[in-house]
């Protein structure tokens, strides 16, 4: 089984960058994809960013394209999302989350989720 903790979240004024950090667990992190969502009160999780075990291939939400990059060092065990550019509507808590082999938009699809790291932009 994997396990996930995110780390990097904080304040930031808007214009200003994070990295976020989603830490794994388990000797078969290599075969899950992992996708970051965030979520703000009152409204659904929401994606953000994805990439799938094999490295090849990444999906962005519309908003963020441009701005945030997600990558991934299967040797550390780790996802990155670097956020650049940042605005105060980018305000949510951040989570990462994983499954077997290939991304999907929807967080109904994942079964594996980290505990969130806030990231809050003042403007």
């Known amino acids: 089984q994997v396990h996930l903790v995110e780390s990097g979240g904080g304040l930031v004024q808007a214009g200003g960058s994070l990295r976020l950090s989603c830490l794994a667990s388990g000797r078969t992190f290599g075969t899950y994809a992992v996708a970051w969502f965030r979520q703000v009160p009152g409204k659904e999780r929401e994606f953000v960013a994805a990439?799938?075990?094999?490295?090849?291939?990444?999906g962005y939400e519309d908003s963020v394209k441009g701005r945030f990059t997600i990558s991934r060092v299967n040797a550390k065990n780790t996802v990155y999302l670097q956020l650049n550019s940042l605005k105060p509507e980018d305000t949510a808590v951040y989570y990462c989350?994983?499954?077997?082999?290939?991304?999907?938009?929807?967080?109904?699809?994942?079964?594996?989720w980290g505990q969130g790291t806030q990231v809050t932009v003042s403007s």
């Open positions: 989350a994983a499954r077997p082999f290939d991304y999907r938009l929807s967080p109904v699809n994942y079964d594996i």
């Open positions: 990439i799938d075990f094999s490295n090849n291939r990444t």
